[in-house]
């Protein structure tokens, strides 16, 4: 029953995964290509979850031209915002191909019914909350190190270039200095053939 490859729902036995179907909270439903699932401008309260296939989150113009934002696939959810904050869909959802969505009310989620199951899920959510937020703040540490590195790149390169044109410039004077020794050279070598 519960083989859903997503950590929300790591640890939720058979028995609350039917206990969930039973309340009406947890259902999949299937799509078939190019079926919309999630239409713009309705309010939704349930989190979907790709079992099978892929669907793309979509913008469309007010010309009706269509724009993908994203493609979700097996085991990633979708319209998890929408649903906790019950706010009108800014985007359209529809099948890629041939789609599974398991669906899950995320208002059981926020209403405490002492069920086990309920609690597994508000703790994994937190867990992979937590994962975020620090996925976030490492991501943070390494913007700042990349631009640590780019700012003494560009160091360099001013550096670099200074040295070059004091190298051209040096190489300007040697070639002065050459051309001069060249002249010498051709002067002692006339006068040595006058001789």
Known sequence: MNDI???LFRGVSDAEWKEMEEMNCLWETEYRKNERICQMGNV??????????????ETVDPWGN??????????EVFAETYAFCEEPMMVEVSAAEDTNVLWLDVRWILTNTGSGWQEKIQKNDEKVNERINKLEENTGKDIQHIKQEINDIKGDFATTFVLREDFFRSMNGVEDKIGKIDNKLDRLLLMGKEK
């Not at 939704?44 to 989150?57: D, N």
């Not at 994203?70 to 085991?75: A, N």
């Open 5 to 7: 490859a997503n950590p």
């Open 44 to 57: 939704i309260h349930e989190l979907g979850v790709v079992t099978k296939g892929r669907v793309h989150i």
């Open 66 to 75: 269509k724009s993908i934002l994203s493609e979700v696939g097996e085991g």
